[in-house]
């Protein structure tokens, strides 16, 4: 049953859909008298008694007041609605002159991204003569001698290389390369102070920060499918960066492939601050998910997560308790760490260029002397210990088994043996819970060779294992911990004493071994 204003708005219901389905029909049946019959005698002209049909039975509607004016307006509104119905066609199915013409009124984000629409958008906002209009309002021509007029300056560069006769997409991309080219002139100012004591950029936090620059995590599954996670969270430290990633919308564990660490940075500096911009997405590493527990090394736990470490640099935290992911967290050095985040493509890391070596005839120990090291342990923004240790050399009878061996601290001299101050762990969080897993720390080491130029660096969480061998420290009385961490470069070496008195870890020897292929290629030696 419907009565009043609600029968005469299920009747415009019906008109609609008439319309939609009929626009060749005036008048829509279901508003259409069954009878073409006069009303009868006695009867008021402005009611009457409907009989409504459809293919499921009989209804009748109740007698309603309704003058004629409401009729015809009823009438012209459907087929007002049946003329909007055929003229709103869908925005794909227009010409592509038309489209080019709305696309000629957008800026260069928003082309980017109705270009992901489709592949018929992508080829038309692929336009040279939208592109090559952005192009010369954002970079004009170089000045010379005369003035000319914006009319007479396009044509110097129409002149130059015809618009149309260059391939799709070609201003689309000098557009792009000009607007990173000057970014990276920006950046690229801010990282030529350097820190004497780490012979690294000074201003590295700075350049970051300037370039926006972040980081994701790309999980990949076996159909293929992509999981994207933003960073939750950065601590900034000496000479590296610590990410976080955490959060309850990691996917299952057990339907993963890969890991891959990428950097992000908006396409358009000038518009990082606005939402839903394109950026740049550059792979660092990528790594293996399969048998992960298995096939990785799981360096700490307590009572809620376990760690397991992706070479270089990354960690997985997984629960105990369903074996789902926890956090993630990468140690990143900052030498390179620009370059390595931003000129590299989704798919291919940026590959540093190789070092041309400095040839030397005239020192015969040329490249065994003058290292400088930097050596720093944190965690979660505590520092347990960070010194710089200058002059390190190596003998040539200390060359064994492909490697150099440099003594930083000597096991038989106090004087230069070193605590680790505070309580030791590593500490992770998540939105919930979070905790401190003993024993477990970052360590970033940052070597230079005698020109001052970083010659080894890296940084990677580490653990601190009971010493198998027997205790020869007769000025120590404590459990006897060491320290491994082995690269394609070199390794280090570490052995700690814990102090019970005082409850800190004191560290008694240090030794640094390089790679004699390494250093052969870096300083041009035979050794």
Known sequence: MATGRGWILQQHSRGLAWAAAAPQCRVPPALTPLSSAAPPPGRERSSSAVQL???????????????????????RQCQNTSVKSRSCSCIESMPSEILLKIFSYLDATSLLCIGCVNKHFYHLSNDNMIWFKIYSSVFPPKRTNWKTKPAERTAVLLSQATVHDRESGYWKNEYIMKHIATG????????????????????????????????????KDRSGKEHIMEQADISFNDT?????????????????????????????????????????????????????????TMIGSDTLVQLFHLNPGILVGLWKKGNGIAFIMASLHHHQIIERSTLGS??????????????????PEYGLHDYQLHIDMHSGGHTYMCGTFRNLFCRRDYIQNGYLRITVINLKKNSQHLPLAGKVGFFWRTDVFEGNIQNCYVMDVTLLDEMEKPFWCFSAPVYMKLS????????????????????????????????????????????????????????????
């Open 184 to 219: 990276k002139t920006r950046i690229t100012q801010l990282l030529k102070p350097v820190n004497p004591y780490t012979g690294l950029p000074l201003k590295t936090k700075e350049a970051i920060k300037e370039y926006n620059l972040s980081w994701v995590i790309v999980l």
């Open 346 to 363: 989704a798919t291919i890391p940026y590959v540093l260029p190789p070092h041309q070596p400095i040839l030397d005839d005239i020192d």
């Open 53 to 75: 049909r459809n293919r499921s039975g009989i209804f009748t509607a109740m007698s309603v007041k309704q003058s004629e004016t409401e009729t015809i307006c009823i009438q």
């Open 468 to 527: 198998s061998k027997a205790s020869c420290f007769y000025d120590y009385m404590g459990q006897n911990y060491e320290l491994q961490y082995v690269d394609s470069e070199g390794k280090v070496h570490v052995e700690l004493v814990w102090i019970e008195e005082s409850k800190e870890y004191y560290i008694v020897n240090l030794i640094l071994y390089l790679s004699t292929e390494k250093v052969n290629s870096w300083f041009g030696t035979k050794y």
């Open 240 to 296: 590296s960066i610590t990410v976080f990633w955490y959060g309850t919308s990691w996917p299952c564990l057990d339907t993963l492939s890969t890991l891959e660490l990428c950097g992000v940075t908006p396409l358009f500096l000038d518009r990082c601050k606005v939402k839903n911009i394109p950026r740049w997405r550059s792979l660092i590493t990528k790594f293996s998910l399969n048998n992960l527990t298995s096939a990785t």
